[in-house]
């Protein structure tokens, strides 16, 4: 069994990993941390995972053989020294994803940039063999997760792209906030950020191409699409035929089929699931492609995706504890 | 035109309350209050109404013929000194809605309660003669409205009652709070004071019924429904009979049809107006009566009654700025 | 008074617009047509009117000085005959909005190619004064309002724009269709018609940009936002000053804020009301720019858009019976 | 491994049924029927199940040595005789959950009354040891599910029990239906039967006490919550000491916390898994009792409960394939 303990178990993507580490059958979890909650129940904090016999601590006196850091931007920074050498670490921050002028570009100065170089950039399909044998991985962000994969097979020909994101409030975090109160977040369309958004920085390391974010809040609590616009000088054939470098992926689904409802990804399609599922459509009159990429922002987006690294990490089949099929409809 | 000055105004009760109150063909608007936004244009807090040339003020140094306190519970007894004798008062919380004795049961001490006696309670069905002579009304609560309106016609019969009432999330007010933001509070079934809420004074006073209130907040984010319960020794023609009271009610609307979806009131049929649906079923079997009442919680259940009350406080037709029909589907 | 009938009255379009003229201080509906319902009263289809006095009729023998049709695309060419030349006519389907060339494009074959030109364009932003002599209009699409009145000031320079439309279920209509029962049509991100959309059509005629079009259906209601991406080379003042040929507009805001939430159109923000709000942003890194563009899909991008002809068509003040600010929140 | 077969497979009990299947480690699905779809994969039906390599087939002749019926109300007595014999049958329509004269009471003239008897019902806490040695198994219906097992601990005290149901639109099914499409069915508390449910007839068998439905459908996807009234002369104490009955189910999660948000059972904590949240609250001044009782209706109020009865009848350890911790937040 592996020991895992998650530092910053509070939040949904914090969450989600207890409950992903709790069914999976690898795992033993033996600390989760938090310091608002420490000596309470996970359920009081997370109540789907009542009868789930664990407490916070605040203490990081743990054993543990993977730590995972769920923890906002600028905190892993400062505390990974409590962690480095004593097990492996998957960082789910942004703080160790790019390099240190992307970094301080996106987000400001970096105080660790010298540990930068020493983390995996924890994106399995791309990255597989250096996460085999990292030490340290930083997890991807939800949209550069979704719209990485999306734009990889096309890297050489999409210079830049439109990239037109609608997301969901758990992606917001769990942050007590007017502007995310149910009255003011239900019923919404709302763009936060017209161009510009720090999970571009990690698009751009990784596919060369140069994004250009516009994040719409829509009304989901889960779930994510990335609508993705390049101009394409080439036929539907040729778009299928790049996207199909990932046909033995355990969790990409191609979505190609030419009739009915579902002839294009929908986060609806992968809740609870850690599947992307990836469409696309072709304009032949005027030489333009759509990819489209969905995915529950908290697995594949988060959790889901940490623990698929940490499998990597300790030679386990990749799909361990993992093969969820998507709840619908919900 | 009557000069209006809603204090408070950065609620959604103020909010809805100043909407209404510029359509208002007989009101100017002379000054919304907010310490928080003072400076600040309408809009910039309630989005919907861009274009309204209104800023918050923290001044109380209004000219009003009629003053609107659309603050907090506990908040309107510390202030009224300033306001008392300059204009008419319509208090919106419950400070004044209720007896000395039934607020120290249900709320706590009381820091006027020399005035509470000069207060009429706002509700125009029951009270149109008194509001109409009063300076001082003290405008009911939404789940109060609802149930008393249903229950009124039944008190001579009714000892106790069941109040199942499923509420949304406008009903909460705009605090930050974590237990509000949309990944908490979508998709609940949330009970969260069974048996017991504050409302019930208004209802004990209004109808001498017991009231036994449970709340249930769920994914609405205006609109309220009650369904009432109790042992009812009749028929189902007894019921109608005594809700044909209201027949003439303007606000009131009897739904009656046999046949159809719309069978049963659902708040998804009053939303943005001053409408009170109210039907009935009666179980012969079991000798039991269910009454159910729908209102939109911040009109009919907040600002649409405080100007209903405030038409009949200066003689103008009781539905002007009201006429409203609900706007459907939303 | 003015006489109205609405021919297809059992629709959400035709719902909104027998609320909207009920409501109208000018007008008197002389009939409401069905065949479904004939007989029926109003409140069994649009149980928000409850308490109008009206019934669905399906004969055609009516008095009518304005008849608007808000049947499907291809029956208002059918019909028409039985009403031409007994009232001016709206016509709220898409028969008569594009030229023959552009309907049998998105269409199919045109009954009535020869009236064609006899209809006026119903935008009254762009054509009010030939709405002002016309007998004959042809009232705009909802998707095709936002992205026009958005585009329209830049046509002279986007050559081609990326249309990204968010819209509710309202704008499919009140069909039985498995793919729009609630558990299908909840929580979607629903990609329908990727790069096309017979929308297209009014925009190519009305601004002369080649639009490519990608709708995705959103758990709303109402409402609809317009996400549009074009190539400019100025500046923000630029974007600015091209859109300020709308601020004397009655049911145009501009949204130019720097601060605060509201900085972008939301579909939140309009709903119950005739307003269209648009925004917008500016990359000058990349040099695009960003139009947003918001309604409520059944007022301004329908029945509203048809009462604001028919004032203009009678002579009246064009924004009587509209000046509703949105309802919010909801 | 067992041999499984789910006939009707292409609504959502079925599809999730199929979901669950696919997951059961001791479980190979050798067929899945649907007249409409036979030939095309479950994934056109299905999106979720993208993937999993399975096709509808309308033929009978496969090999199980379990049979699901997933199939209406009345379809199962019609088609069981295909059946009977080959293999042991798990049936979840309502055909055989209760005696004759129940069910003529509450549905109508019955087909098979002859093997009424033969089957057992499907409620593991209640019948384990004859599900045991049963081969033909009635499993239950959701609001049923909910209920007994609020009210079994009581029967011996409450005579009657007011049940105040909040519903998903899921349990309405896949069938078109004006009522069911999203802009009706949004943001509704919708009273569809007040007084009278069929789920009723399982209740009065299982419990003795006579139960008066009220169901309203809610804006959830899934979920559901019962909310059951009636008269207790005792102490909370003794409410939870009835509860504590169910102490060792691995499926029942009592909800006795003190503080916090969590208090009482909401269906938004049981989403994707197979648990029973069951509260209480004690009115002691009145009297009167609350139990409130969650489910997913399509896993436990289903599909869950069906594979829960499949590993019962096969020896299995009864939370095989059905150990997952709800999805939340979602």
Known sequence: MIKAAVVGASGYIGGELVRLLAM??????????????????????????RGLDLRFTDK??????????????????????????????????????????????????????????????????????????????????????????????????????????????????????????????SHVVRVYKPFHHRHEAEVIQETGVKPMFTVHSVDLVRGLLATIYFPFDGTERDLLRRLLMYRNEPFIRLVTDKGGLQRYPDPKYVIGSNFVDIGFAYDAENSRAIILSAIDNLIKGGSGQAVQNMNIMFGLDETTGLSYYPVYPV
């Open 60 to 185: 990081y006196d743990f054993d543990a053989d993977v730590i995972f850091l769920a923890v906002p931007h600028g905190t892993s920074m400062k505390i990974i020294d409590e962690f480095l050498g004593s097990a492996k670490i998957i960082d789910m921050s942004a703080d160790f994803r790019v390099s240190k002028e992307l970094y301080e570009k996106y987000y400001g100065p970096h105080e660790k940039p010298e540990l930068i170089d020493k983390f995996v950039y924890g994106l399995p399909e791309l990255h597989r063999k250096e996460i085999k044998k990292a030490e340290l991985v930083a997890n991807p962000g939800c949209n550069a997760t979704a719209v990485i994969l999306a734009l990889y097979p096309f890297r050489d020909i999409a210079k830049e792209a439109i990239v037109d994101l609608k997301v969901s409030s758990s992606a917001g975090g769990r942050r007590e906030n007017v502007a995310s109160i149910h009255p003011e977040r």
């Open 24 to 49: 999976h059958p690898e795992v033993e979890i033996t600390a989760i941390t938090s310091r608002k909650y420490a000596g309470k129940k996970v359920h009081k904090v997370h109540p789907n995972l």
